[in-house]
T-cell receptor, first 108, second 113 residues
Framework: GQNIDQPTEMTATEGAIVQINCTYQ??????LFWYQQHAGEAPTFLSY????GLEEKGRFSSFLSRSKGYSYLLLKELQMKDSASYLC?????????FGAGTTVTVRA | EPEVTQTPSHQVTQMGQEVILRCVPI?????FYWYRQILGQKVEFLVS????????KSEIFDDQFSVERPDGSNFTLKIRSTKLEDSAMYFC???????????FGAGTRLSVL
């Protein structure tokens, strides 16, 4: 079985930084992905970690610790358009399994 | 930029009817997937497909569901006898290979009345 946990909601101010944590327990592990999903739209790829450490991609960074079953997504210099759901997803075997998503609301 | 395309964008059907949801994955991708998302809930895995056969399927993917790759471009999901609880957004996705992200289509919203 598998379990992927992330907070349900977070609120932050425009220009601030927000960190979304994800913990997972899965039967296999071939990498961890973060996706962004706006309401009514498809998930879009943000970042991928397969080795421990930090991956930086512009305003977005993602960190992975395989031994702790832990990842986080860091969003810097928040903009209003970053208001969305952020999905943590673990790749194992032949599928990508998603967490329930964290809804981030950016306030002016 | 190549993308996964899905048709129709919205399908309305009566309970008990058969529906076929269509997808054209990105042309050089090798792995194909169907996911669903009930309104307000998480994205749920249904089935993965590689080398012309199902690689893995979830408990949701029971005998009422089937997938097919009838030619070199299309990838379809058939629901034989729809139930009210099948109402959801269905996403098709494809992936080039290991370590690559899944690219999702825009989805088909299925409404079962």
């Amino acid at each position: 079985g598998q379990n992927i946990d992330q907070p349900t909601e977070m609120t932050a101010t425009e220009g601030a930084i927000v960190q979304i944590n994800c913990t997972y327990q899965t039967s296999g592990f071939n990498g961890l992905f973060w996706y962004q999903q706006h309401a009514g739209e498809a998930p879009t790829f943000l970042s991928y970690n397969v080795l421990d450490g930090l991956e930086e991609k512009g305003r977005f960074s993602s960190f992975l610790s395989r031994s702790k079953g832990y990842s986080y997504l860091l969003l810097k210099e928040l903009q209003m358009k970053d208001s969305a759901s952020y999905l943590c997803a673990v790749h194992n075997d032949y599928k990508l399994s998603f967490g329930a998503g964290t809804t981030v609301t950016v306030r002016a | 930029e190549p993308e996964v395309t899905q048709t129709p964008s919205h399908q309305v059907t009566q309970m008990g009817q058969e529906v076929i949801l269509r997808c054209v994955p990105i042309s050089n991708h090798l792995y194909f997937y169907w996911y669903r998302q009930i309104l307000g809930q998480k994205v749920e895995f249904l089935v993965s497909f590689y080398n012309n056969e199902i690689s893995e399927k979830s408990e949701i993917f029971d005998d009422q569901f089937s997938v097919e790759r009838p030619d070199g471009s299309n990838f379809t999901l058939k629901i034989r006898s729809t139930k009210l609880e099948d109402s959801a957004m269905y996403f098709c996705a494809s992936r080039l290979g290991t370590g690559e992200p899944l690219d999702f289509g825009a989805g088909t919203r299925l409404s079962v009345l």
